[in-house]
């Protein structure tokens, strides 16, 4: 009886420990208790300070911890600092965090590694987890103070004697130094660079403050190279003088791209001196002959994400069989290549060349102000905004300024300030201060030289509001708005949204496209059809969803992440398209099969509101492996399918599923969606079952972050399997076998959202 009287004292006395009030002293946490990961663990390290730009971050109710050798931090305490002053919110629906920091939209999800940041995956190495102090009521969303560091551009110092994590703000550095040494350069202020003011807060139709003209129409601001520099600049035309020597015939054997140097390039090799090499720009291609040469290279070669090329073809040219041509595809016209020869004419090398620029000029005309840039072309341009003060900066990637830094007062409609620098090794800034928000427009863009001209808004009584996400509001409207007979329309793989307002409300919100550029959103265009509607369409940076709401005596359309508004999210893909056909046997083409199959799908889709579903295409285009990845990842899936169709020999026939492997045991697995689309398929369709098959290295399986498969459901090099793949009512049976998977799969693994 004793014992059994004392062991229930140790059980008393434990839990009156597990649960007592914690006592911090100074870096020392005396009994502290954490829960995460579905456990309790007792913290036996020492707590971390946290210090932003010489500043102690309060962290309130969860202190920063130290857990796997990695230093965690609570979210919302650290990015809503003074010295951070971002914005986070929580959706508890999703168990997703939400950060607005200036240009930036980040989206963390509890317990998975790949954050998004504008869109684009960032991993980390240890994922945000939701940990509790089991004295307080909440958990807190905590991440790597790496991921900080990583995405917000903030060095990184530890004091291992006070366990001190110390962040500083790279940007407290101007890089955009202004030399006091020229007469017409005015000091900047000292509030740092021009990234280091607010994010934009907002945008409205408020019209200029100075009626046109003004002092600037007759005092333009002009800044030019000097007369030695203009010679230095080799000619625009990309002409290069390429001696020609005899040699013997040689062979053209690769094509190699290589990103060592300071220039990206590519490297045509030969197995002997290249004799002669003539070329030409036309079209946005470079032509290149090399006459006295054979060629042993691939007839195409495509690219899905180099930054200089779509492809390269090659070929013996047909008028001089002794020639070989190869043709670079160029993703715009702006860029400018040089080639040359090496030493010994064995490699012809192909190089990125940065546009010079020479002039800028801030005039006026009888629309405002305007900004003339020459030696560059616009599609290089980069424009966004930001707020305190309010100004544009304007970025000319691969530019190389010869009016160094620069800048000046200026008494426009608008502007009030410019000012210029060589703002990175190839990157050229331009930043125009303004009173008030200025729409403007790339009007003029011929040859070497991009106009900007800044203008009065055609929009009225519309606000853009930069909150953790973006919020349109239709303001002083007098005249309601019908709220029913809506329509929307996601081109999310444009990223563009279409709402259709049932009146014409022209006279209210004018037309015209609000520039807004913040990271988030890049326009907002109103427009009035030929049917009497208003249309609102906007261009953002993320694939959003939309919805008109009644907020009070406003208007307002507020951006939805997808998971936020469906219970079931899924993204099919139709494998191939556009110029890849995928196999090709017995008068079928894989891409066209695939499409008819998931249009079939579509239908039966189209008619069950329960699930949410995103494609790839729809159409015969060409997305890359990485766009098609990008739609399920940014959209967040709650699972991907991948539809295609086999080739091999003419005996293998039949279905087989495609995984990625996983040992995961309580949720969708990759194996356990393959398990039941094969299931399906076999049962549906009769088709021989080859079972599932695991693949590592499969790029669509290996990108997406949710489970995926890729379905082959026959063979076309199989004249049985053929002839099922051309029966229109085999493809809709098949389609159906899809549907019934997705249904099951959604019923055996909700999303409790």
Request: charged letters at 25%.
């Amino acid at each position: 009886m004793m014992k059994r009287f004392l062991s229930l004292l140790v059980l008393v006395a434990l839990i009156i420990n597990l649960f007592q009030v914690n006592v911090f002293a100074g870096n020392q946490a005396n009994e502290l208790y954490l829960e995460y990961d579905r456990n309790v663990h007792k913290y036996d390290n020492r707590l971390v300070t946290v210090v932003i730009n010489e500043k102690e971050v309060k962290t309130g109710d969860m202190p920063a911890v130290i857990i796997g050798n990695r230093t965690l931090v609570p979210v919302r305490e650290i990015f809503e600092s003074e010295a951070v002053g971002a914005k986070v919110e929580w959706n508890s629906k999703t168990e997703e965090v939400y950060i607005t920091y200036r240009d930036q939209f980040i989206v963390l999800a509890i317990n998975d590694k790949t954050a998004y940041v504008n869109g684009k995956p960032h991993e980390l190495d240890v994922p945000a987890k939701l940990i509790r102090d089991l004295n307080k009521d909440h958990p807190k969303t905590m991440v790597p103070i790496r991921f900080i560091s990583e995405v917000l551009g903030f060095d990184v110092d530890w004091d291992n004697s006070s366990y001190t994590a110390m962040l500083t703000n790279a940007d407290l550095v101007v890089d955009m130094p202004i030399e006091p040494e020229v007469p017409e350069v005015i000091e900047p202020d000292s509030e740092g660079d021009d990234l280091d003011g607010d994010k934009l807060e907002g945008i409205s139709g408020d019209g200029a403050n100075k009626t046109l003209p003004t002092e600037l129409r007759n005092t333009p601001v002009q800044w030019s190279a000097t007369k030695d520099q203009m010679e230095s600049i080799s000619s625009n035309n990309n002409s290069i003088a390429l001696t020609s020597e005899n040699h013997p015939e040689t062979k053209i054997t690769d094509i190699a791209y290589d990103t060592s140097g300071t220039q990206n390039r590519f490297v045509v090799k030969a197995t002997s001196a290249i004799s002669e090499v003539k070329y030409t720009l036309w079209e946005g291609k470079l032509v290149i002959d090399i006459p006295r040469s054979v060629s042993g290279l691939k007839s195409e070669t495509k690219y899905d994400s180099n930054p200089i090329l779509t492809s390269i073809r090659s070929s013996q040219y047909s008028s001089n069989p002794n020639t070989t041509r190869i043709v670079f595809d160029l993703k715009n016209e702006s860029i400018k290549l040089d080639v040359s020869l090496n030493k010994n004419r064995t490699e012809l090398v192909v190089a990125t060349s940065d546009n010079i620029i020479h002039d800028i000029l801030l005039g006026q005309n009888d629309q405002g102000d305007y900004i003339r840039v020459e030696g560059v072309a616009a599609p290089d341009m980069n424009i966004f905004r930001l707020s305190n003060p309010d100004r544009v900066v304007i970025d000319f990637e691969n530019t190389t300024s010869l009016i160094g830094t620069k800048e000046s007062q200026a008494s426009g409609q608008y502007v009030e300030k410019i000012r210029t620098a060589q703002f990175e090794e190839t990157k050229t800034r331009i930043v125009v201060e303004t009173d008030g928000q200025a729409d403007y427009e790339v009007v003029k863009s011929s040859g070497e030289e991009t106009m900007i001209q800044f203008k009065e808004p055609t929009y009225e009584n519309i606000e853009y509001k930069n909150e953790t996400k973006p919020v349109i509001a239709l303001e002083h409207v007098d005249v309601p708005i019908e709220m029913s007979g809506i329509i929307y329309d996601n081109d999310y793989r444009n990223k563009t949204f279409h709402i259709t307002l049932a009146g014409n409300y022209g006279n209210v919100f004018g037309k015209g496209s609000v520039k807004v550029h913040d990271g988030l959103i890049e326009t907002i265009n109103i427009s009035q059809n030929s049917k009497d509607q208003t249309q609102i369409t906007i261009k953002s940076n993320f694939i959003y969803e939309y919805r008109v709401e009644e907020v009070g005596d406003k208007i307002e359309i507020k951006a939805y992440r997808p998971k936020e508004l469906y219970n079931k999210i899924v993204v099919i893909d139709a494998g191939h398209g556009g110029r890849d056909p995928g196999a090709v046997a017995n008068g079928l083409q894989e891409k066209d099969v695939n499409l008819k199959m998931l249009l079939y799908l579509k239908n039966l889709l189209d008619a069950d509101t329960s699930v949410k579903v995103y494609y790839t295409r729809l159409t015969d285009t060409f997305p890359s492996l990485q766009d098609r990845c990008d739609i399920a990842n940014e959209i967040g899936a709650d699972f991907f399918i991948s539809i295609h169709n086999n080739a091999f020999n003419a005996s293998e026939n039949g279905t087989e599923t495609l995984y990625f492997p996983s040992n995961v045991q309580d949720k969708l697995t990759s194996p356990k969606l393959a398990q039941i689309f094969q299931k399906n398929i076999v049962a549906y369709t009769g088709m021989k079952d080859r079972g599932l098959k695991q693949r590592e290295n499969l790029y669509l399986l290996k990108n997406t972050i949710m489970p995926a498969v890729l379905v082959e459901v026959g063979f076309l090099t199989n004249v049985n399997d053929v002839a099922k793949l051309k029966d229109e009512t085999f493809l809709k049976t098949t389609a159906s076998a899809l549907y019934q998977s997705i249904l099951e799969t959604f019923s055996t693994y909700p999303t409790k959202r």
